[in-house]
């Protein structure tokens, strides 16, 4: 079993204003490249579940199977249990663990699913290889990560253009890869991953309920979460720059011909038979 790395920390925490963001995502609108790949009996492993909403999608559609979910943060699993209590499944459960230590037996799950974690990691590398590990011969590891640097924006601003860098700076500085969707093949080769399928997808939000919704998500996440206060404390910026920040992104929101795009990696890797 790989040794844990305690290199990296999750750059967002789990302010009200990330979890808005983490509970609107579905298996439809963050795993669509995997879905195609799942069997009704399949045993999945969804590593760094948060919130629970895509591990309780996995579990409706493996109705004869099993899905587990783990996550880093203890304080996060009662929220899942939760959606998924709400949904009435059955045949799901939740545990603490740690991607790189995963405490399960060699070859125990058809598909290990990661959504937006390695770019928070220590070691991606390690983390895949202890995917691969736990995955049964002939099943499927499927990651799907962000690239911070890939998202674009209309109408240009420059209070974005201080987001997009700032972001990227604190992520690094907490041991973390921000850009991680290109990166995602590269590292699945380097952990011996023959079979990969890399893809790519997007979410886009221009309607004006969309950009009121992730403009405001960013513009709280700037000034109240962990994020900030790792931006403050580790001398990456002030409290009024930040608040610059957030005041950017209200105002982007407000245009009427605003449109964001975030980009996102995708790998679909068989683990060799």
Known sequence: MAK??????????HHESVLRSHTWRTA???????????KPHMRVLDVGCGPGTITADLAALVPDGHVTGVDH??????????????????????????????????????????????????????????????????????????????????PESSGLDDWQELYR????????????????????????FADITATSATW???????????SGLW???????????RATRGGHATEEQLRAVSAAWREWGEREDGWFAVLHGEILCRKDA
């Not at 844990?4 to 925490?13: F, K, L, M, N, S």
């Not at 220590?122 to 049964?136: F, Y």
């Not at 700076?169 to 011996?192: F, H, I, Q, T």
């Not at 513009?219 to 206060?229: C, I, N, P």
Request: hydrophobic share 45%; charged share 20%; net charge negative.
């Open 169 to 192: 700076r604190v992520a690094r500085a907490n041991g973390g890869e921000p850009d991680a969707g290109r990166r995602l093949k590269s590292w699945a080769l380097a952990a011996g």
């Open 4 to 13: 844990a790395q305690e290199t990296a920390v999750y750059t967002h925490g």
């Open 204 to 214: 886009t939000f221009s309607t004006a309920e969309e950009r009121a919704w992730w």
């Open 219 to 229: 513009a709280d996440r700037t000034l109240a979460s962990a994020y900030a206060e």
């Open 28 to 38: 439809a609108n963050s795993a669509a490249y995997l879905l195609g790949s799942l």
């Open 73 to 154: 943060a203890p304080e996060i699993l009662d929220r899942a249990r939760s959606t998924a209590a709400g949904r009435g499944l059955t045949n799901v459960d939740f545990a603490v663990a740690d991607v790189h230590a995963l405490d399960f037996p060699d070859d125990t799950f058809c598909v290990v699913h990661a959504h937006q974690v390695l770019q928070h990691v220590g070691d991606p590398v390690s983390a895949l290889r202890e995917m691969r590990r736990v995955t049964k011969p002939g099943g499927y590891v499927a990651v799907r990560d962000s690239d911070y640097a890939a998202m674009i924006w209309y």
